[in-house]
């Protein structure tokens, strides 16, 4: 079964940093592109940072280079670097792989940033 487990989320104070995962089973990792989205309630989904699946990266722009994200196509691992958090970082964060036409989303990791 084709799978996205993601990780690390949780409670960090403003000018902090986390570490999102996301493991992937039951497909072939390195022959998709990978993605972090987050979500506000009410608010549509937005692409945080994607990487291709031969390494190629991009990032949102709100990202202003604190964000990182990066792959281990051995351990079958997607994985964002988040530093200097903010509290409009606050979202729920999905991975996400494509290889059109297949797409498999992971059910999110809660970010809070927060005094």
């Known amino acids: 079964q084709e799978q996205l487990v993601e990780s690390g989320g949780g409670l960090v104070q403003p000018g902090g940093s986390l570490r999102l995962s996301c493991v992937a089973s039951g497909f072939t990792f390195s022959s998709y592109d990978m993605f972090w989205y987050r979500q506000v309630p009410g608010n549509e989904r937005e692409l945080v940072a994607g990487?291709?699946?031969?390494?190629?990266?991009n990032y949102g722009d709100f990202v202003k280079g604190r964000f990182t994200i990066s792959r281990d196509n051995l351990k079958a691992v997607l994985y964002l670097q988040m530093n200097e958090l903010q509290p409009e970082d606050t979202a729920v964060y999905y991975c996400?792989?494509?290889?059109?036409?297949?797409?498999?989303w992971g059910q999110g990791t809660q970010v809070t940033v927060s005094s």
């Open positions: 996400k792989a494509v290889n059109t036409p297949r797409t498999i």
């Open positions: 990487v291709g699946e031969f390494g190629g990266t």
